[in-house]
């Protein structure tokens, strides 16, 4: 079965802190990808990876970078973590190509204090 | 850009009631069209897609179809059980391979006994 898993359910941490969300997918897929969910925002795509040391910027990347140096790992850095930063973070992956669907994450909720 | 605009709520039902979630979209393309489910605590599950105009995508009773003349994929379900209360998103996707999704702001239901 399809597998994506993010390293913390919750994380509380402080403004100013450099802050390091991991999220590991077990299928095989190229692509990989970052959102924040906030109410009566949906989903906003922060980053995406179609390979290995390969990024994106997706719709909202102020304030964030990512690295990928395995195709299985995608990390989402808050460089320096600020209290609008406080949100669900969620990761996807999906193979490339074909329309094919994003696997989700069950999510990081993310409070910066 | 493009854009995903659906029905906002919370949508109150009663177990056995008829659901109707609307979801329009503005895209360039021909997308493909999708209806997320995520369920409380959980990360989002894909619920049903359709990559073409005029498909129908189902599962689990839920029925969307692929309207292009209206620019619609409204959410259907003849029956709802108190198990469906969840968030309901519409997304698409344009093909460029990297699969990235634009996603409505979500749809609240919940279903009482």
């Known amino acids: 079965d399809v597998k994506v898993t993010q390293s913390s359910r919750y994380l509380v941490k402080r403004t100013g802190e450099k802050v390091f969300l991991e999220c590991v997918q077990d299928m095989d897929h190229e692509n990989m990808f970052w959102y924040r969910q906030d109410p009566g925002l949906g989903l906003r795509l922060i980053y995406f990876s179609y390979d290995v040391k390969m990024k994106e910027k997706g719709d909202i990347p102020e304030g964030y970078s990512v690295s990928r140096e395995k195709k299985e790992r995608f990390s989402l850095i808050l460089e320096s973590a600020s209290t609008n930063q406080t949100s669900m973070y969620l990761c996807a992956s999906s193979v490339r190509g074909g329309n094919q669907p994003q696997h989700f994450g069950d999510g990081t909720r993310l409070s910066i204090l | 850009g493009d854009s995903v605009t659906q029905m906002e709520g919370p949508v109150t039902l009663s177990e056995e009631a008829c659901l109707t979630i609307?979801?329009?979209?503005?895209?360039?393309?021909?997308?493909?069209l999708f209806w997320y489910v995520q369920y409380p605590g959980e990360g989002l599950q894909l619920l049903l897609k359709?990559?073409?105009?005029?498909d129908k995508g189902s599962n689990k009773g839920f029925e969307a179809t692929y309207r292009k003349e209206t620019t619609s994929f409204h959410l259907e379900k003849g029956s709802v059980q108190v198990s469906d209360s969840a968030v309901y998103f519409c997304?698409?996707?344009?093909?460029?391979?990297?699969?990235?999704?634009?996603f409505g702001t979500g749809t609240r239901l919940l279903v009482s006994p």
């Open positions: 609307n979801c329009t979209y503005t895209a360039t393309g021909y997308p493909s």
């Open positions: 997304a698409l996707s344009e093909d460029t391979g990297f699969q990235k999704l634009v």
């Open positions: 359709a990559t073409k105009a005029d």
